[in-house]
């Protein structure tokens, strides 16, 4: 059963950085791409960032210049450099991997159960 995991949430004052992390884990055969989305309260789930396996990324609009994205395809893992946080980036941030298992012949986009973030003025 594949598992993604994030870490590196927590509350920071605005300006400031973190760096969130995120590990998939399982019966992987390959990942595609990989993303972070963010949710924030009454609001709906976005796209931050993704990056494909071969390292192209793309930055929703209110991040590009502040978050980087990054991956390392030997463990699996992809991290999210956040620079210059404001409070508006305050909300649950989310791992996401399309990717493919032993006995499937596609791929199916896997979620991590989040990481809070929350930026404070």
């Known amino acids: 059963q594949v598992q993604l995991v994030e870490s590196g949430g927590g509350l920071v004052q605005a300006g400031g950085s973190l760096r969130l992390s995120c590990a998939a884990s399982?019966?992987?055969?390959?990942?595609?791409?990989m993303a972070w989305y963010r949710q924030a309260p009454g609001k709906q789930r976005e796209l931050v960032a993704v990056?494909?396996?071969?390292?192209?990324?793309n930055y929703a609009d209110s991040v590009r210049g502040r978050f980087t994205i990054s991956r390392d395809n030997a463990k699996n893992m992809v991290y999210l450099q956040m620079n210059s946080l404001k409070p508006e980036d305050t909300a649950a941030y989310y791992c996401?991997?399309?990717?493919?298992?032993?006995?499937?012949?596609?791929?199916?986009?896997?979620w991590g159960q989040g990481t809070q973030v929350t930026v404070s003025s």
């Open positions: 990056i494909t396996s071969g390292g192209t990324t």
């Open positions: 996401q991997a399309n990717l493919r298992v032993p006995g499937q012949f596609y791929t199916l986009d896997y």
């Open positions: 399982g019966r992987i055969l390959s990942i595609n791409t």
